[in-house]
């Protein structure tokens, strides 16, 4: 049999839908569903049941397949929609991608915004064909987890996904012709961010910061039972990490902060020229003060876990706003 045409390891694509209901797949298709993905890889991993049976000789040992999964990874960008918050125009891209990994968005059109939050039930399920050079896989049921979401000085607002789930086969299909988004999402610079630091009782401390970084940090579980199979989110323990310029103790002590235990809350906001915002914030404990270089200069680089009020979905959020009247 001859062999196919060799294809470059770079042509790959995504299109992901969300499911409307649990139980009823959806096909999302590339003319519909594209998401732009940065650096992209697949695989499959599988539960490995072997029989080490007593022999005579030294040997490997065979096993049996169960509780078949598929992955796909990369990076994407985050940028506010067209009209935050408004009744169109008002769903951000990069939502497809956050809510399967345990959020849910909350649009508030007077205050123009599309929040997102974290959440512990309800958890949506997405549906996903990744294209890779010739082949295809079908992700189907994927819930999703989300690291590296960082925004920092000197580059655009991202972060790494995993989206995991089901899959039956891994198939033949040419990479088609996705419809992508085209927004080119602007630059963290010194003149359009600017990052607060609040502790109880006291007014926000606007400070120098060069990066605030959350790891949602998402356990994700392949379940199986008699006549049911499901991927599901059970457990999330998420980190925050700032790097800033080292502020006057008398107004923000770190190593003091740290040892009273105190919850404070970081925000990063990131505004563009059409006044439209997007914003990475905290609600934590220090528990860490590495003294660091920041380019040459002294700074801390703080770190610690998220952590969510009494009402709880509050230890972190994305938002993206309106800042014209």
Same mark, same amino acid.
Request: proline share 6%.
């Given at each position: ?21 649990? *139980? ?15 650096? %992209?890889?697949?695989?499959? &991993? ?13 040997? $490997? ?13 990369? @990076?994407? &960008? ?6 935050? $918050? ?15 990994? %345990? ?22 399920? *997405? ?25 920092a000085v000197g580059d655009r607002f991202k972060g790494n996904v995993r989206i995991q789930g089901d899959y039956e086969t891994i198939g033949e299909d040419a990479l088609p012709e996705i419809s992508l988004p085209t927004t080119v999402p602007t630059v963290a610079r ?39 199979? @499901? ?46 915002? *997007? ?11 590495? &003294? ?8 801390? @680089? ?9 009402? %709880? %979905?509050? @230890?972190?959020?994305? &938002?993206? $706003?309106?800042?014209?009247?």
């Amino acid at each position: 049999m001859a062999q196919p045409t060799l294809e470059s390891f770079k042509r790959r694509g995504l299109a992901l839908a969300l499911r409307a209901s649990a *139980s009823v797949p959806v096909v999302p298709t590339a003319a519909s569903n594209g998401v732009l993905l940065f650096n %992209g890889t697949s695989g499959t &991993e599988f539960d490995k049941i072997e029989r080490p049976i007593d022999r005579p000789f030294l040997t $490997g040992q065979p096993f049996a397949v169960g509780a078949k999964r598929a992955f796909i990874e990369g @990076e994407f &960008e985050l940028y506010p929609p067209t009209a935050p $918050g408004a009744a169109d125009e008002s769903d951000a891209d990069c939502g497809i991608l956050l809510l399967p990994a %345990g959020m849910t968005v909350v649009k508030d059109a007077a205050a123009k915004t599309t929040r997102f939050n974290p959440i512990s039930s309800n958890v949506a399920l *997405s549906d996903a064909k990744f294209w890779h050079a010739g082949t295809v896989k079908n992700v189907s049921a994927a819930r999703h987890n989300v690291t590296s979401l960082i925004l920092a000085v000197g580059d655009r607002f991202k972060g790494n996904v995993r989206i995991q789930g089901d899959y039956e086969t891994i198939g033949e299909d040419a990479l088609p012709e996705i419809s992508l988004p085209t927004t080119v999402p602007t630059v963290a610079r010194a003149d359009n961010t600017v990052t607060t630091i609040t502790v109880p009782g006291g007014a926000g401390l606007v400070c120098w910061a060069k990066s605030l970084s959350v790891d949602v940090a998402n356990t994700i579980t392949p379940k199986e039972y008699t006549s049911h199979k @499901e991927t599901g989110i059970t457990d999330r323990a998420p980190t925050w990490t700032a790097r800033i310029a080292k502020t006057a103790l008398a107004d923000f002590n770190p190593w003091q902060v740290r040892d009273a235990a105190t919850i404070i809350q970081v925000a990063l906001r990131l505004t563009e020229k059409s006044k439209l915002y *997007s914003e990475l914030g905290i609600r934590g404990q220090i528990e860490t003060v590495n &003294e660091t270089d920041i380019d040459g200069d002294y700074g801390w @680089e703080l770190s610690g876990p998220c952590v969510a009020s009494d009402a %709880g %979905g509050d @230890e972190f959020y994305i &938002e993206f $706003g309106d800042a014209a009247p």
